[in-house]
């Protein structure tokens, strides 16, 4: 709309008016203008500015959301599914999941293991899924009763579930693959941490493989891990290098552990104040048989007011140096000081790993009451026992022939919350049979397979080589049938059954294990078990029944193939018979017997209606004569099917045209 000329110069009038930035006033006005009269009006002010957030977000949030709904995805930038699943932070340990995730560690703590490892797998398809954390807390309760099929499991399920695992999940696998003496299957788990995981190892990661492979008396391994760390860029760690001069003690390398040391000094760049290495040091002067200097660095590290500073782990190296160099009464008296000094929180110098030296060193000196009363007693400073600390007591008995004791402490587990494991049971079955109890020892096994336990092959071929060296041929046979389908059966555990039924003279039981074998077809009958059974039976002067049984399991299997062959081939035709009943068959049909079938029903038409016909023309002629012989051309062409018209689609099928 065009302007009038008054309003165009009023409007050229404003635009020529200077323009006056706004002027505002000092600071210190506006200070006293935002004070408030007394505490209790800011409080107030404050908590109406927090209700009025918790009703209307920020600005800048709601900008930021209107920018991310603005910006457009670009169709390409899909994410890739092949690409590793990064783990869940501890940010969504909150509401239903952390209630979850506390009512699972209250059945941890109710040693109640079973109930909380099927809840996990449960709730994994609840609209409640448990976190990685959950999980941990789980596999690590039964880490610590040595229940590592059922950690595998659960962590095989989590994995399957989508559950991405954390470096502590990690961490827990390669403990259970170190204490089962899978190093190598550990370290295949490390590379394949290195290479795929979207996280680096932690320090706790080499403690765990340098500790394993020293356990398992791979040294050397041990210290390429240690170099390994080094090169990726880790500190040098005090406790790899503890782990590292213990198992050079144990190797009896004692210039071995003076050049770790010396190392580790020159990594920290002076002297090592940490007294984790002290009893490291010790046992190598007492390899190289200077027990002063071992004893001066002893009392250096335990006065009051050392620079040596020392946990729990470092007084547990000291009392096993004391221990295993005839120190043991100064062993003694360190121990009682630990407990003196062991306050938690606040300081911690008492652990379980304590009770296990003292233990040992009291089976050393040969006081067992007393290693018994000691390990018992640790519920006083808050520790609990597990089950390999019971198994190494329990052993310590057995090895010095003190079996009842042995069986009253596996009694005492419940005590503390523990449940015997096949090494338990292991370890009292071969006792037994040193000590001519074979009854006791068969009762041992059959109570880990009445507990669902799962004994390996080893301790089953234990137990029937001891039943049948006393002659317990039946109660061997009766166990080898029991456990042939719980193991899987080697050729030498089928030879020693082979040639103990053999020996006793039972071949009728030997060629039924021969046929059950066969039948079975997972091991077969090579030729050692072959001459074991011939030698058997050429003893009683049936040698050939063997080649028999042979060739009879070998027509059976032939004609339950054919069988079965028949029976396919009844089932194929059987479903193309119903198929074909359902649908049309011109689908199925043959196409000559179809057009067999077409020209036979209207050639049978055809005659019909050509009999009619002739039937008419004589019922015709009977009343009139005929007039003319385009009548009979006509009658001709209807008989023979012609038309009038010339039309030829009304030909006989099969007449040529």
């Keep these: 709309m065009a302007l009038s000329k008054p309003s165009f110069l009023l409007h050229l009038k404003s635009l020529t008016k200077p323009f006056h930035r706004p002027h505002f006033p000092p600071p210190f006005l506006s200070f006293r203008l935002l004070s408030f009269a007394s505490p209790e009006e800011a409080a107030a002010e404050r908590r109406s500015r927090k209700r009025r957030l918790r009703m209307e977000p920020p600005l800048n949030s709601l900008r930021h959301q209107q920018q991310q709904q603005r910006v457009p995805q670009s169709p390409n930038s899909k994410q890739n599914p092949n690409a590793p699943k990064l783990p869940e932070t501890v940010s969504v340990l909150t509401g239903n999941r952390l209630n979850l995730h506390n009512r699972i560690l209250t059945l941890i703590r109710e040693n109640d293991l079973d109930e909380a490892a099927l809840y996990t797998r449960h709730s994994v398809y609840s609209n409640c899924r448990p976190t990685i954390f959950t999980c941990n807390a789980v596999m690590a309760a039964l880490l610590r009763q040595s ?33 089962c003496k899978k190093t190598d299957i550990a370290l295949e788990h490390y590379k394949q941490l290195i290479n795929d995981a979207p996280f680096n190892p932690s320090p706790t990661t080499y403690r765990i493989l340098v500790r394993g492979h020293v356990d398992n008396n791979k ?7 240690k170099d390994e ?12 290098y503890s782990y590292l001069m213990n198992g050079c003690a144990k190797d009896k390398n004692a210039g071995k552990i003076f050049e770790l040391y010396d190392e580790l000094k020159l990594k920290l760049g002076g002297d090592v104040t940490d007294g984790i290495v002290v009893g490291g040091l ?24 050392s620079r040596i500073k020392l946990g729990d782990i470092a007084y547990n190296y000291i009392l096993d140096a004391l221990c295993k160099n005839g120190k043991f009464e100064e062993a003694l008296r360190l121990f ?9 929180p606040r300081r911690l110098t008492v652990n379980l790993g304590s009770y296990n030296v003292m233990a040992n060193g009291y089976c050393t000196e040969g006081r067992f009451n007393e290693a018994v009363e000691v390990f018992m007693s640790m519920g006083e400073k808050r520790c609990s026992p597990d089950i390999v600390s019971f198994n190494n007591l329990i052993e310590q008995l057995c090895i010095h022939g003190l079996l009842p004791d042995a069986e009253e402490l596996c009694g005492r587990m419940n005590e503390k919350g523990v449940t015997p494991d096949e090494v338990s049971y292991g370890l009292l079955m071969d006792t037994c049979f040193k000590e001519n109890r074979p009854d006791d020892a068969a009762s041992y096994f059959r109570k880990m397979v009445d507990e669902k336990l799962r004994p390996n092959l080893a301790v089953y071929n234990r137990l029937v080589d001891g039943l049948v060296k006393v002659g317990k041929v039946d109660e061997a046979k009766s166990f080898f049938d029991l456990m042939v389908k719980k193991l899987k059966m080697d050729y030498a555990s089928y030879e020693f059954m082979f040639k103990a039924l053999c020996d006793a003279g039972k071949l009728d039981e030997v060629l ?13 009958l090579n030729e050692d078990m072959q001459e074991i059974i011939k030698d058997g039976l050429r003893k009683e002067g049936r040698e050939e029944e063997l ?22 081939e009844k089932a194929k035709a059987s479903a193309r018979a119903a198929v074909a009943s359902l649908l049309p068959s011109k689908l199925f049909g043959n196409k000559d017997d179809e057009k067999e079938s077409t020209t036979s029903s209207r050639s049978a038409t055809d005659n019909a209606s050509a009999n009619e016909v ?35 689609d009304n030909r006989i099928v099969g007449e040529p045209e």
């Design 147 to 179: 229940r590592y099929a059922d950690l595998l499991s659960l962590h095989r399920f989590i994995t399957q579930a989508g559950i991405a695992g954390n470096i502590v999940t990690h961490n827990l696998l390669l403990t259970a693959y170190c204490e």
């Design 219 to 225: 040294v050397e391994r041990a210290i390429e891990l």
């Design 229 to 240: 760390m080094l090169s990726k860029g880790f500190a040098a760690d005090l406790i790899v």
């Design 282 to 305: 010790m046992k190598g002067y007492f390899l190289k048989g200077l027990e002063e200097k071992a004893m001066e660095l002893y009392v250096e590290a335990t006065r009051d007011n």
């Design 336 to 344: 009682d000081r630990m407990k003196e000094e062991h306050n938690p």
């Design 512 to 524: 039924k294990m021969v046929g059950d074998m066969l039948d079975d077809g997972s091991v077969d």
């Design 547 to 568: 080649g028999k049984l042979i060739e009879q399991k070998e027509r059976e299997k032939e004609e339950a193939k054919r069988r079965e062959a028949e029976e396919a």
């Design 614 to 648: 002739q039937a008419g023309r004589g019922d015709a002629t009977a009343e009139a004569p005929v007039e003319s012989g385009s009548a009979n051309a006509m009658t001709t062409e209807a008989v023979v099917g012609g038309s009038p018209t010339g039309n030829a």
